[in-house]
């Protein structure tokens, strides 16, 4: 080390020891110098303490670990390694961070919460599947899957060595070890091995588990389960030995403790009927149950546990009457334990009452005889040499003789449970290899020790000392495998205490020595052990005690009480008693007792493990074994075992001793870590080079070191040397390996301190630069601040002179304008005195000429006036008259008028007419108001005007007056003036009596118009009221409809989701299937290959009857039986059986073939008949030909009538399976399905119905020719011209074909060139006898059909009895229901039923209307068809007739030519070239084959195939290609199975062909987008829906096995490339690593997994997307392969990141923000990010958030809450407890923290798991897309080699 480096200075902190918390942390306040005798030190609480230092009695303190390495995975990764560093870790681990798992080099350090913690659920087990020991958070799961790992890379056996106090939770550790391979190694068959395994567990600890004082569930005994395993790994069977059952518990118990669990449970379960004969009550009635004084158990009830012990029996194969046998042995023990037995008053012998009932009882259990036992338990039997005797037994010894014969009985009992679970988990192959459990006691001592704890402590021993070489050889085993130099480490060796136990002349040999002396005590035996072993260095006598001895342990000094030991050692019971119960009339109890005498040793023999070396034989030969000696053969045994494995190491600490959850006591912690070995791993690792870096993480770690021309060196190991030469002086200190470099204890701890004095002063130089930085900015901000100061002060300044200024100018202008203003006001004052005195006197003399002038005037106004009132009165008269001629004339006409309006007023109409014309009657008379309005001002207007026009006229005449006075002064002149001046007055004032009249007419019309408005306003008014009440109705209705809307909505939604989830069961009973169907394959092919049998083998009548693999209906040869065996079926299977019943439609579709088998037939015999026609057509032939013409046509037209009635038949039928499908999809109710199947049975017996009349007519026509040609035979052999013409006119109606058949049959049964109606006597007889057969037939039919009528008519009263009866109790129900509830309940209730009921009969009907159109189609469809027929047979027959006229010689028919037709888009293909044709296209062909092509290729010329089969109605060559085109996908998706390329494209063709389907079938929902080409295209004969449903099966399969495929390839790059890759280089900091990253289960010396980024990730996905888009694969399903990727990364990478500490870090959320932001950018830049798979990433996100995020106050609490909404409050704890700094800068998020969170988040409903299922998967939708591509212009390359299709 450096010269400048000491570790004791200033600011170092050390531990010094503490009595209450064994270890307490303090801090150096000065620095210490060597030699010093104190140290001065500062506790946490700042309490200043000088510590004294002495090299030999109190040497210098622990040195603490930088705070960086606390809370670390692996205790190894401490940089000081010593006993208060591990407690510390492991006390900050499982408090703060609660985390009860710690590794320790090879040992996991489990340590008992006291509390079910959701960390062993499945997702856990998946995740830790898989993966290093050293990558994930220490737990059991990485124990077991590394030791199988292991087991499956080094072919070598496995142990895991569970261990620990009572109560620490080894049993619940090795269970779960158990159940990781259970699930893990799974059984490959049907056998559920891995099931018996874990089932042993309640039976083991009913039987073998008690409560003690520190444990609940303490397991009272040791055991080894070694799991085997087949060649492939997985489980086939177990083998269980147990150690030392710790029998004494049977018959004693401490205060608070109980007995084994088995007993409170049959006594909580006595009241069961079965256990009546057992006689048990309560266990406070029984001695043995209530010693402890505590029966019960907190939160366990023993009647459910025995209910669970029942199961695991019965599931491990114990019968039923065994299990009875095994509960009464355990209550007879119980009736033992009460059995009073009574001293005498010599108090030498003692007897037992015979009415005693527990003996009773328990004699009866065992069926012993009551007197012998009675007898024998008082007394014993000596024998001596020379002869036998009995002898009495004190009280004492009696009730010792009792307690050990219920102590053997129930070992005995105990080892035969064993033994039969060995049995029923043994297995008949071949073991491989197997991995063994361990469950066995730790170190213990307490007040008294006795026997058994001595026999557990040297078991611990001898597993101490097995565990110290094994660590040893490991530590040596890395020094070599480095190739460094290493010394011999000095670790403890306990061999001297193992060897005063077990060697000659030893403890055990002393005891079993003193056994044999007949008189031995254990006061003698003590008294040896002294003399014996006195001079041990691990052997002492106590100073007061004579009967006990001390024994100097590995983990503690231990004081043995002598007493008992003998005793124990012995278990002695009586061979008397032992006799009587191998004589029991039970067999189990005498097979007890017979088995162990008569083989000892078959326990041991079972081991497979050879023994390296003899074991010790013991020194006597009696035949009789003492308990210490058994113990020590299985010790040894076990300990070959564990030598011949290899050994993984679980040690469990129990925290405190009241079962405290989350409670931690330090000095309990560290007397177990003591105890168990880890503080001794810590001590042998520190001796030695305990730190250890590989070069590339040292370099990483510690580069901030280096130089800059360091940097640029390439070797980085070169640099690594050069870097710690430079830095550490010593060279002892360091070593270099091949891969790592070795460091002695601290050394890592003073590189840290380097490290971080070089972080320290980068960030005094950062913040150096920082604050002068900051402190230029501020005076260049206070600079600034000062000059706009300044600036604005002298703007103010100026500002304010400037306005003084302005002021002063503006009082000099107000002065000089007021002097202005006053000089100007006397100046006018003058001027206007002036200017008045002018006015008066100019006017004065102006008035005296105008009133001349006024004078003159007036007199003229005068005269106009006088003449203008004679010419008005005169006019006035003459109007008058005419105005009343008018108003006589108008009265008359307006009293007509009202009298029709008074009329029209009465109707309804008028009324509707006047509102209606309210509003513009009140605009008119609004605006008539106005015309008024502007009348009377304008006639106002006139009248002043007129008024001025008189005054001036009167001023003139005035005037004129005063001049005629002037010249002629006449009087009369004057007085003829004043007349008319009088009556121009006179008129003036009627004028004005008009004017006023006027106006209040005016007046009152325009009142009676306000009036009038006014009324018209309110009733507006009321208008509008009305109006808004009906708009607010509307309102209301609206408001109420769209609630209605919302809650529609809000069903849909639901609707939805409940959709998705069956869509999802759906589709996961789809991949069970197919995996069952897989499964079912692979043992089909392991059947042939182990037994192969040449020849034709039959399928099992079990197995579906198709005869290909695919899973569908079809149609197989071997079906049988007809259609009324197929309703019977129906009715005898039930009706919701028959609706899952494939068979029925193959039946059903057996009918529809012998009706198109039968039409076949018809066929040839009327092409037979044509041959016939035409060939007699060539010899000569009378003018009958063309009425042969005619019958030849009626025959073609009978024959396409049977055609078109066999297509109709067919066509019901597959409406009827299709109708029967659609309801078995459904969650229909009965009735419906009962409904659906009588439709189904009554259309059934219609066709049948049918079938026989047709089968009738043909017989009853065959009769009819057989008659006939008889009759003709008798009339003298008539000619076939005369015989003709008969038939044709013959009365009763004989069909042509018919006839033309049966004249056939009397062909072929005659010699082929006979004459048909030449017949002779036999042919007579012959034919006849045919028609009386036929005829008998027909009637035995007619009697069969009636009969089977009869019956079925009577069971479908039946069954609609028994569905009235249900309707009537369902009724009743209601009825009840309805009764007991209110009337408004009531009301309510009967509504929502009336509306169920309603909604029902409305789905129904529209069901009714749908079905109604789509038969209406159909019928429209085949009428079109019969159109064209007829259409063409008439064109057919015109020709043949104009043919026959224009050329009458020729008697053949002339056959038309037709044109050429066009490509229509169909490929033909023969019946013999299918095969190749599957081979080509689907078997052999590749992707790259047709990648220049048209994307789904195959599935185009597979339809197109599929369209001519149809065309020519060929429904077996459908099927067949059909079949055939489903089972050669399926092999070749299983040829291909982990080809992501391959299953692409078949996915993509089974898509589009399942696309075809629908977009070719004639439905409309299918053909909304079609062209009218493609319209035409459709299919026309054949409705392939089951078909459509299997395509659509079977793409949701290869969906699947997509999924999978894509996740195999990208699963382990996830984890590498989105956690441990640096996508943001120089981000990521390294720790220190511990053991278990430097020595996992992978080859460090070998290239090992490539380590995979972010780009060979978003390269990969994008290469599927890529594969996907270019195999013509639907967007919507490339979207959801991409969201089920994506949700496998995220779940992955979230798993890992909450059950890895290393990774939770801010530059692990930085990096890990960066990179999904990267996939997101990826979905962008591909138009995917609108398809859910962003909202996959959201948890990760919020994860990486977290990580970033401030969190320390409780404003960052309440943010956190608010972010993290995708994450569960159990993963947002498990991040915050992970979380760890990467420096000494960052802080650690604190416990008052995370409570916050806790209580912040405590009201969320998430789920209990803490990992998210990476094996779920999104229910797959292939929504409808059809093709624009048109058939007719799709090419075919040559590549492809199909020269055998043909266009059509």
């Given at each position: 080390?450096?010269?400048?480096?000491?570790?004791?200075?200033?600011?170092?902190?050390?531990?010094?020891?503490?009595?209450?918390?064994?270890w307490?942390?303090?801090?150096?306040?000065?620095?210490?110098?060597e030699g010093d005798?104190?140290?001065?030190?500062?506790?946490?609480?700042?309490?200043?303490l000088?510590?004294p230092?002495?090299?030999?009695?109190?040497?210098?303190p622990?040195?603490?670990?930088?705070?960086?390495?606390?809370?670390?995975?692996d205790?190894?990764?401490?940089s000081?390694?010593?006993?208060?560093?591990?407690?510390?870790?492991?006390?900050?681990?499982f408090?703060?961070s609660?985390?009860?798992?710690?590794?320790?080099?090879?040992v996991?350090?489990?340590?008992?919460p006291?509390?079910?913690?959701?960390?062993?659920g499945?997702?856990?087990?998946?995740?830790?599947?898989?993966q290093?020991?050293?990558?994930?958070?220490?737990?059991?799961?990485?124990?077991?899957e590394?030791a199988?790992?292991?087991?499956?890379?080094?072919?070598?056996?496995?142990?895991?060595i569970?261990?620990?106090?009572?109560?620490?939770?080894?049993?619940?550790?090795?269970?779960?070890?158990?159940r990781?391979f259970?699930?893990?190694?799974?059984?490959?068959?049907d056998?559920?091995?891995e099931?018996?395994v874990?089932?042993?567990?309640?039976?083991?600890e009913?039987?073998?588990?008690?409560?003690?004082?520190?444990?609940?569930?303490?397991?009272?005994f040791?055991?080894?389960?070694?799991?085997?395993?087949?060649?492939?790994y997985?489980?086939?069977?177990a083998?269980?030995?147990?150690?030392?059952?710790e029998?004494?518990?049977?018959?004693?118990?401490?205060?608070?403790?109980r007995n084994y669990?088995?007993?409170?449970?049959?006594?909580?379960?006595?009241?069961?009927?079965?256990?009546k004969d057992?006689?048990?009550?309560?266990?406070?009635?029984?001695?043995?149950?209530s010693?402890?004084?505590?029966?019960?158990i907190?939160?366990?009830?023993?009647?459910?546990?025995?209910?669970?012990?029942?199961?695991?029996?019965t599931l491990?194969?114990?019968?039923?009457?065994?299990?009875?046998?095994?509960?009464?042995i355990?209550?007879?023990?119980?009736h033992?334990?009460?059995?009073?037995?009574?001293?005498?008053?010599?108090?030498e012998?003692?007897?037992?009452s015979?009415?005693?009932?527990?003996?009773?009882?328990?004699?009866?259990?065992?069926g012993?005889?009551?007197?012998?036992?009675?007898?024998?338990?008082?007394?014993?039997?000596?024998?001596?040499?020379s002869?036998?005797?009995v002898?009495?037994?004190?009280c004492?010894?009696?009730?010792n003789a009792?307690?050990?014969l219920a102590?053997?009985?129930?070992?005995?009992?105990?080892?035969?449970?064993?033994?039969?679970?060995?049995?029923?988990?043994?297995?008949?192959?071949?073991?491989?290899?197997?991995i063994?459990?361990?469950?066995?006691?730790g170190?213990?001592?307490?007040?008294?020790?006795?026997?058994?704890?001595?026999?557990?402590n040297?078991a611990?021993?001898?597993?101490?000392?097995?565990?110290?070489s094994h660590?040893?050889k490991?530590?040596?085993?890395?020094?070599?495998?480095?190739?460094i130099?290493?010394?011999?480490?000095?670790?403890?060796?306990?061999?001297?205490?193992?060897?005063?136990?077990e060697?000659?002349?030893?403890?055990?040999?002393l005891?079993?020595?003193e056994c044999?002396?007949?008189k031995g005590?254990?006061q003698?035996?003590?008294?040896?052990?002294y003399?014996?072993?006195?001079?041990?260095?691990h052997?002492?006598?106590?100073?007061?005690?004579?009967?006990?001895?001390?024994?100097?342990?590995?983990a503690?000094?231990?004081?043995?009480?002598?007493?008992?030991?003998?005793?124990?050692?012995?278990?002695?019971?009586?061979e008397?008693?032992?006799?009587?119960?191998?004589a029991?009339?039970?067999?189990?109890?005498?097979d007890?007792f017979?088995?162990?005498?008569?083989?000892?040793?078959?326990?041991?023999?079972?081991?497979?493990?050879r023994?390296?070396?003899?074991?010790?034989?013991?020194?006597?030969?009696?035949?009789r074994?003492?308990?210490?000696?058994?113990?020590?053969?299985?010790?040894?045994?076990?300990?070959?075992?564990?030598?011949?494995?290899?050994?993984?190491?679980?040690?469990?600490?129990?925290?405190?001793?009241y079962?405290?959850?989350?409670?931690?006591?330090?000095?309990?912690?560290?007397?177990?870590?003591?105890?168990?070995?880890?503080?001794?791993?810590?001590?042998?690792?520190?001796?030695?080079?305990?730190s250890?870096?590989t070069?590339?993480?040292f370099?990483?770690?510690?580069?901030?070191?280096?130089?800059?021309?360091?940097?640029?060196?390439?070797?980085?190991?070169?640099v690594?040397?050069?870097?710690?030469?430079?830095?550490i002086?010593?060279?002892?200190?360091?070593?270099?390996?091949?891969t790592?470099?070795?460091?002695r204890?601290?050394?890592?701890?003073?590189?840290?301190?380097?490290?971080?004095?070089?972080f320290?002063?980068?960030c005094?130089?950062?913040?150096?630069?920082?604050?002068?930085?900051?402190?230029?900015?501020r005076?260049?901000?206070i600079?600034?601040?000062a000059?706009?100061?300044?600036?604005y002060?002298?703007?103010?300044l100026?500002?304010?002179?400037a306005?003084?200024?302005?002021?002063?100018?503006?009082?000099?202008?107000?002065?000089?304008?007021?002097?202005?203003?006053?000089?100007?006001?006397?100046?006018?004052?003058?001027?206007?005195?002036?200017?008045?005195?002018?006015?008066?006197t100019?006017?004065?003399?102006t008035?005296r000429?105008?009133?001349?002038?006024l004078?003159?005037?007036?007199?003229?106004?005068?005269?106009?006036?006088?003449?203008?009132?004679?010419?008005?009165?005169?006019?006035?008269?003459a109007?008058d008259?005419?105005?009343i001629?008018?108003?006589?004339?108008?009265?008359?006409?307006?009293?007509?008028?009202?009298k029709?309006?008074?009329?029209e007023?009465?109707?309804?109409e008028?009324?509707?007419?006047?509102?209606?014309?309210?509003?513009?009657?009140?605009?008119?008379?609004?605006?008539?108001?106005?015309?008024?309005?502007?009348?009377?001002?304008?006639?106002?207007?006139?009248?002043?005007?007129?008024?001025?026009?008189?005054?001036?006229?009167?001023?003139?005449?005035q005037?004129?007056?005063?001049?005629?006075?002037?010249?002629?002064?006449?009087?009369?002149?004057?007085?003829?003036?004043?007349?008319?001046?009088?009556?121009?007055?006179?008129?003036?004032?009627?004028?004005?009596?008009?004017r006023?009249?006027l106006?209040?007419?005016?007046?009152?019309?325009?009142?009676?118009?306000?009036q009038?408005?006014?009324?018209?306003?309110?009733?507006n008014?009321?208008?509008k009221?009305?109006?808004?009440?009906?708009?607010?109705?509307?309102?209301?209705?609206?408001?109420?409809?769209e609630?209605?809307e919302?809650?529609?909505?809000?069903?849909?939604?639901?609707?939805?989701?409940?959709?998705?989830d069956?869509?999802?069961?759906?589709?996961?009973?789809?991949?069970?299937?197919?995996?069952?169907?897989?499964?079912?394959?692979?043992?089909?092919?392991e059947?042939?290959?182990?037994?192969?049998?040449?020849?034709?083998?039959?399928?099992p009548?079990?197995q579906?009857?198709l005869?290909s693999?695919?899973?569908?209906?079809?149609?197989?040869?071997?079906?049988?039986?007809?259609?009324?065996?197929?309703?019977?079926?129906?009715?005898?299977?039930?009706v919701e059986?028959?609706?899952?019943?494939?068979?029925?439609?193959?039946?059903?579709?057996?009918?529809?073939?012998?009706?198109?088998?039968?039409?076949k037939?018809?066929?040839?015999n009327?092409d037979?008949?044509e041959?016939?026609?035409?060939?007699?057509?060539?010899?000569?032939r009378?003018?009958?030909?063309?009425?042969?013409?005619?019958d030849?046509t009626?025959n073609?037209?009978?024959?396409?009538?049977l055609?078109?009635?066999?297509?109709k038949?067919?066509?019901?039928?597959?409406?009827l399976?299709?109708t029967?499908?659609?309801?078995?999809?459904q969650?229909?109710?009965?009735?419906?399905?009962?409904?659906?199947?009588?439709?189904?049975?009554?259309q059934?017996?219609?066709?049948?119905?049918?079938?026989?009349?047709?089968?009738?007519?043909v017989?009853?026509?065959?009769?009819?020719?057989?008659?006939t040609?008889q009759?003709?035979?008798?009339?003298?052999?008539i000619?076939?011209?005369?015989?003709?013409?008969?038939?044709?006119?013959?009365k009763e109606?004989?069909?042509?074909?018919?006839?033309?058949?049966?004249?056939h049959?009397?062909?072929?049964?005659?010699?082929?060139?006979q004459?048909?109606g030449?017949?002779?006597?036999?042919?007579?007889?012959?034919?006849?006898?045919?028609?009386l057969?036929?005829?008998?037939?027909?009637?035995?039919?007619?009697?069969?059909?009636?009969?089977?009528?009869?019956?079925?008519e009577?069971?479908?009263?039946?069954?609609?009895?028994?569905?009235?009866k249900?309707?009537?109790?369902?009724?009743?129900?209601?009825?009840?229901?309805?009764?007991?509830?209110s009337?408004?309940?009531?009301?309510?209730?009967?509504i929502?039923?009336?509306?169920?009921?309603?909604?029902?009969d409305?789905?129904?009907l529209?069901?009714l209307?749908e079905?109604?159109e789509k038969?209406?189609r159909?019928?429209?469809?085949?009428?079109?068809?019969?159109m064209?027929?007829?259409?063409?047979?008439?064109?057919?027959?015109?020709?043949?007739?104009?043919?026959?006229?224009?050329?009458?010689?020729?008697?053949?028919?002339?056959?038309?030519?037709?044109k050429?037709?066009?490509?229509?888009?169909?490929?033909?293909?023969?019946?013999?070239?299918?095969?190749?044709?599957?081979?080509?296209?689907?078997?052999?062909?590749?992707?790259?084959?047709?990648?220049?092509?048209?994307?789904?290729?195959?599935?185009?010329?597979?339809?197109?195939c599929i369209?001519?089969?149809?065309?020519?109605?060929?429904?077996?060559?459908?099927?067949?290609?059909?079949t055939?085109t489903?089972?050669?996908?399926?092999?070749?998706?299983?040829?291909?199975?982990?080809?992501?390329?391959m299953?692409s494209?078949?996915?993509?063709?089974?898509?589009r062909?399942l696309?075809?389907?629908?977009?070719y079938?004639?439905?409309?929902?299918?053909m909304?987008?079609n062209?009218?080409?493609?319209?035409?295209?459709?299919?026309?004969?054949?409705?392939?829906?089951?078909?459509?449903?299997?395509?659509?099966?079977?793409?949701?399969?290869?969906?699947?096995?997509?999924?999978?495929?894509?996740?195999?390839?990208?699963q382990?790059?996830?984890?590498?490339?989105?956690?441990?890759?640096?996508?943001?280089?120089?981000l990521?900091?390294?720790?220190?690593?511990?053991?278990?990253?430097?020595?996992s289960?992978?080859?460090?010396?070998?290239?090992?997994?490539?380590s995979?980024?972010?780009?060979?990730?978003?390269?990969?996905?994008?290469?599927?997307?890529?594969?996907?888009?270019?195999?013509?694969?639907?967007?919507e399903?490339?979207?959801?392969?991409?969201?089920?990727l994506?949700?496998?990364?995220n779940?992955?990478?979230?798993?890992n990141l909450?059950?890895r500490?290393?990774?939770?870090?801010?530059s692990?959320g930085?990096?890990?923000?960066?990179?999904?932001?990267?996939?997101?950018?990826?979905?962008?830049g591909?138009?995917?990010?609108?398809?859910?798979?962003?909202?996959?990433?959201?948890p990760?996100?919020q994860?990486?958030?977290?990580?970033?995020?401030?969190?320390?106050?409780?404003q960052?609490?309440?943010?956190?809450?608010?972010?993290?909404?995708?994450l569960?409050?159990?993963q947002?704890?498990?991040?915050?407890?992970?979380?760890?700094?990467?420096?000494?800068?960052?802080?650690?998020?604190?416990?008052?923290?995370?409570?916050?969170?806790?209580?912040?988040?405590?009201?969320r409903?998430?789920?209990?798991q803490?990992?998210?299922?990476?094996?779920?998967?999104?229910p797959?939708?292939?929504?409808?897309?059809?093709?624009?591509?048109?058939?007719?212009?799709?090419?075919?390359?040559?590549?492809?080699?199909?020269?055998?299709?043909?266009?059509?």
């Amino acid at each position: 080390m450096t010269s400048n480096y000491y570790p004791y200075s200033k600011f170092t902190r050390v531990w010094i020891p503490d009595p209450d918390e064994v270890w307490k942390a303090a801090e150096i306040t000065k620095d210490y110098k060597e030699g010093d005798p104190i140290l001065h030190l500062k506790l946490e609480d700042e309490t200043p303490l000088e510590y004294p230092i002495s090299p030999k009695n109190n040497p210098l303190p622990f040195l603490r670990n930088p705070d960086i390495l606390v809370g670390e995975n692996d205790l190894t990764a401490l940089s000081y390694l010593h006993e208060p560093a591990v407690l510390h870790n492991l006390k900050v681990r499982f408090l703060e961070s609660n985390h009860i798992y710690t590794y320790c080099g090879i040992v996991l350090v489990a340590i008992n919460p006291y509390e079910q913690l959701q960390i062993y659920g499945e997702e856990v087990i998946n995740a830790y599947t898989g993966q290093n020991m050293g990558d994930m958070d220490p737990h059991i799961f990485a124990v077991a899957e590394e030791a199988y790992k292991q087991m499956a890379r080094d072919e070598r056996n496995q142990s895991i060595i569970v261990s620990g106090e009572s109560g620490a939770g080894k049993t619940v550790s090795a269970k779960y070890a158990m159940r990781f391979f259970a699930t893990v190694g799974g059984s490959a068959n049907d056998t559920n091995v891995e099931e018996k395994v874990l089932a042993s567990s309640p039976i083991m600890e009913a039987i073998g588990n008690a409560k003690t004082t520190r444990n609940d569930n303490s397991s009272r005994f040791g055991k080894y389960i070694q799991i085997c395993f087949s060649r492939h790994y997985h489980i086939i069977g177990a083998n269980m030995r147990t150690y030392l059952l710790e029998k004494s518990r049977v018959v004693f118990q401490a205060e608070d403790e109980r007995n084994y669990h088995i007993f409170y449970q049959l006594c909580a379960s006595s009241s069961l009927p079965e256990f009546k004969d057992l006689g048990l009550t309560s266990a406070e009635d029984f001695t043995y149950t209530s010693l402890g004084e505590n029966i019960f158990i907190e939160g366990v009830n023993d009647a459910e546990d025995l209910i669970k012990t029942r199961e695991a029996f019965t599931l491990l194969g114990i019968k039923d009457n065994n299990q009875s046998s095994i509960f009464k042995i355990i209550a007879s023990i119980l009736h033992l334990g009460n059995v009073e037995i009574c001293s005498e008053r010599d108090g030498e012998s003692c007897h037992i009452s015979g009415n005693d009932p527990h003996l009773k009882h328990f004699c009866r259990l065992l069926g012993v005889e009551l007197q012998q036992m009675e007898h024998w338990l008082c007394h014993r039997k000596l024998v001596t040499a020379s002869e036998t005797y009995v002898k009495n037994m004190s009280c004492k010894q009696a009730a010792n003789a009792r307690d050990a014969l219920a102590k053997h009985i129930y070992a005995r009992m105990f080892d035969w449970i064993v033994e039969h679970i060995n049995v029923a988990l043994h297995t008949s192959s071949k073991q491989h290899s197997f991995i063994g459990v361990l469950d066995i006691y730790g170190f213990e001592t307490f007040e008294v020790n006795s026997f058994e704890q001595f026999c557990i402590n040297y078991a611990n021993e001898k597993l101490q000392q097995q565990f110290n070489s094994h660590v040893f050889k490991l530590e040596q085993e890395e020094y070599m495998k480095e190739q460094i130099p290493w010394t011999l480490i000095d670790f403890y060796d306990n061999q001297p205490c193992i060897d005063l136990i077990e060697a000659k002349l030893g403890i055990l040999d002393l005891l079993d020595e003193e056994c044999k002396v007949p008189k031995g005590t254990d006061q003698n035996w003590a008294q040896k052990l002294y003399k014996q072993h006195s001079s041990s260095a691990h052997f002492q006598k106590p100073r007061m005690s004579n009967t006990s001895f001390i024994i100097i342990h590995f983990a503690d000094k231990v004081e043995y009480q002598c007493e008992g030991f003998l005793e124990k050692n012995r278990d002695t019971v009586y061979e008397e008693q032992i006799n009587i119960l191998k004589a029991s009339q039970f067999q189990l109890v005498a097979d007890l007792f017979h088995e162990k005498e008569d083989g000892p040793a078959q326990k041991s023999s079972r081991v497979n493990v050879r023994s390296a070396k003899s074991v010790p034989k013991a020194p006597n030969k009696e035949h009789r074994k003492t308990v210490g000696h058994q113990f020590r053969n299985s010790l040894h045994l076990l300990m070959e075992t564990l030598n011949a494995t290899t050994p993984h190491y679980v040690r469990c600490i129990k925290p405190n001793d009241y079962k405290e959850a989350f409670s931690f006591d330090s000095r309990r912690a560290v007397q177990q870590l003591r105890a168990c070995g880890v503080l001794e791993t810590i001590r042998i690792s520190a001796a030695g080079y305990p730190s250890r870096w590989t070069y590339p993480d040292f370099f990483n770690r510690y580069r901030v070191l280096m130089k800059k021309s360091d940097m640029t060196v390439a070797d980085k190991k070169l640099v690594c040397k050069n870097l710690l030469e430079t830095l550490i002086k010593e060279p002892d200190m360091f070593q270099f390996g091949k891969t790592k470099i070795f460091f002695r204890a601290g050394q890592v701890a003073y590189l840290e301190k380097l490290r971080a004095d070089k972080f320290r002063a980068a960030c005094i130089k950062i913040q150096k630069t920082v604050r002068g930085w900051l402190q230029r900015v501020r005076y260049r901000k206070i600079r600034k601040s000062a000059i706009t100061i300044q600036r604005y002060g002298r703007g103010y300044l100026a500002r304010r002179y400037a306005e003084y200024l302005r002021l002063t100018r503006a009082a000099i202008i107000c002065q000089k304008q007021y002097r202005m203003v006053r000089d100007r006001r006397a100046y006018l004052r003058v001027r206007q005195a002036v200017i008045t005195i002018q006015a008066y006197t100019r006017g004065m003399y102006t008035r005296r000429i105008y009133w001349e002038f006024l004078l003159h005037h007036k007199a003229m106004i005068i005269q106009k006036t006088v003449r203008g009132w004679l010419q008005r009165k005169k006019f006035r008269r003459a109007r008058d008259a005419a105005i009343i001629i008018q108003c006589a004339f108008r009265r008359m006409r307006a009293k007509r008028q009202l009298k029709q309006l008074k009329i029209e007023a009465r109707s309804a109409e008028h009324l509707k007419k006047l509102n209606t014309g309210m509003e513009n009657k009140i605009v008119q008379l609004q605006r008539k108001m106005d015309e008024q309005t502007k009348e009377y001002k304008s006639q106002t207007e006139q009248l002043l005007l007129a008024n001025t026009t008189l005054g001036t006229e009167v001023n003139k005449l005035q005037k004129e007056l005063e001049h005629v006075r002037s010249q002629q002064g006449d009087g009369n002149q004057i007085t003829s003036l004043q007349d008319e001046l009088e009556r121009l007055r006179a008129e003036l004032r009627e004028a004005y009596a008009q004017r006023k009249r006027l106006e209040e007419e005016h007046n009152s019309e325009k009142l009676g118009l306000t009036q009038r408005v006014e009324e018209l306003e309110r009733e507006n008014s009321l208008l509008k009221s009305e109006k808004e009440e009906m708009n607010q109705r509307i309102l209301q209705h609206s408001k109420s409809t769209e609630d209605e809307e919302s809650s529609v909505s809000q069903k849909e939604a639901s609707l939805q989701s409940e959709l998705d989830d069956e869509r999802q069961r759906y589709q996961n009973l789809l991949k069970e299937f197919s995996r069952l169907e897989q499964r079912y394959e692979n043992l089909k092919e392991e059947v042939s290959l182990t037994k192969f049998h040449p020849g034709h083998r039959r399928n099992p009548s079990n197995q579906s009857s198709l005869e290909s693999d695919s899973n569908y209906p079809s149609v197989s040869t071997s079906e049988v039986g007809d259609t009324e065996d197929s309703i019977q079926l129906v009715e005898e299977m039930g009706v919701e059986k028959a609706a899952m019943d494939i068979s029925l439609f193959m039946k059903l579709q057996k009918r529809v073939r012998e009706l198109e088998q039968e039409r076949k037939r018809l066929q040839m015999n009327v092409d037979k008949m044509e041959e016939l026609v035409k060939h007699k057509s060539t010899e000569p032939r009378s003018p009958t030909s063309e009425q042969e013409t005619a019958d030849l046509t009626y025959n073609n037209l009978k024959r396409q009538e049977l055609e078109t009635e066999n297509k109709k038949l067919k066509n019901d039928l597959n409406e009827l399976r299709k109708t029967i499908a659609e309801r078995a999809s459904q969650n229909s109710s009965s009735n419906e399905l009962q409904d659906s199947y009588n439709l189904l049975l009554s259309q059934l017996k219609s066709a049948n119905e049918e079938l026989d009349a047709r089968k009738e007519e043909v017989l009853i026509l065959r009769t009819q020719i057989v008659s006939t040609a008889q009759q003709q035979e008798k009339n003298g052999h008539i000619q076939e011209s005369n015989n003709m013409p008969e038939l044709n006119n013959s009365k009763e109606p004989i069909d042509k074909e018919e006839a033309v058949k049966a004249y056939h049959g009397l062909c072929e049964s005659k010699n082929k060139t006979q004459d048909w109606g030449y017949l002779n006597e036999d042919g007579e007889l012959g034919l006849a006898y045919q028609g009386l057969k036929q005829v008998a037939r027909l009637l035995e039919a007619q009697l069969q059909s009636q009969s089977r009528q009869h019956k079925d008519e009577l069971e479908a009263l039946h069954t609609q009895i028994e569905l009235l009866k249900g309707d009537i109790e369902k009724k009743q129900e209601i009825l009840n229901y309805t009764m007991s509830l209110s009337p408004e309940a009531q009301v309510e209730y009967s509504i929502q039923q009336e509306i169920t009921r309603l909604t029902n009969d409305n789905l129904d009907l529209k069901e009714l209307v749908e079905k109604l159109e789509k038969n209406e189609r159909k019928l429209k469809k085949q009428l079109r068809i019969y159109m064209k027929k007829v259409q063409e047979l008439e064109a057919l027959q015109a020709t043949t007739a104009q043919v026959s006229k224009a050329k009458p010689e020729l008697s053949r028919q002339v056959t038309v030519q037709r044109k050429e037709k066009e490509f229509e888009g169909m490929l033909e293909y023969c019946k013999e070239d299918e095969a190749l044709l599957v081979k080509t296209l689907i078997t052999d062909i590749r992707p790259s084959t047709v990648s220049a092509t048209v994307p789904c290729l195959p599935a185009y010329i597979l339809f197109m195939c599929i369209r001519h089969a149809d065309y020519i109605n060929d429904d077996q060559k459908v099927e067949a290609l059909l079949t055939s085109t489903i089972n050669a996908i399926k092999k070749v998706l299983k040829k291909n199975n982990d080809d992501f390329e391959m299953t692409s494209f078949w996915l993509a063709n089974t898509s589009r062909l399942l696309h075809c389907l629908k977009q070719y079938s004639g439905d409309e929902v299918f053909m909304t987008q079609n062209t009218p080409k493609q319209n035409e295209h459709c299919l026309k004969n054949f409705d392939l829906a089951e078909y459509r449903q299997v395509l659509s099966d079977l793409s949701i399969q290869i969906y699947q096995q997509l999924i999978k495929v894509a996740e195999g390839i990208i699963q382990p790059m996830i984890v590498s490339a989105m956690l441990e890759s640096e996508s943001i280089p120089s981000l990521a900091g390294v720790k220190p690593m511990g053991y278990r990253n430097r020595s996992s289960s992978m080859d460090n010396d070998g290239s090992g997994p490539s380590s995979y980024t972010l780009q060979a990730l978003i390269r990969q996905v994008g290469q599927f997307h890529g594969i996907m888009c270019d195999h013509g694969l639907d967007p919507e399903i490339i979207g959801q392969v991409v969201r089920q990727l994506f949700h496998c990364i995220n779940a992955i990478t979230l798993n890992n990141l909450l059950l890895r500490k290393d990774v939770c870090s801010w530059s692990t959320g930085m990096q890990l923000r960066y990179n999904t932001s990267q996939m997101e950018e990826w979905l962008r830049g591909n138009n995917l990010y609108h398809s859910k798979a962003a909202a996959t990433l959201e948890p990760i996100i919020q994860a990486a958030q977290l990580l970033q995020v401030k969190k320390k106050t409780s404003q960052d609490a309440e943010a956190i809450c608010s972010l993290c909404t995708a994450l569960t409050t159990q993963q947002i704890v498990k991040i915050l407890n992970l979380y760890t700094p990467l420096n000494e800068f960052e802080e650690r998020v604190t416990v008052s923290f995370i409570r916050n969170i806790q209580n912040r988040l405590q009201d969320r409903n998430d789920p209990p798991q803490l990992l998210v299922d990476t094996k779920q998967t999104f229910p797959v939708l292939f929504p409808y897309t059809p093709s624009a591509l048109s058939l007719e212009t799709l090419h075919i390359p040559a590549s492809l080699s199909l020269d055998f299709l043909s266009r059509v």
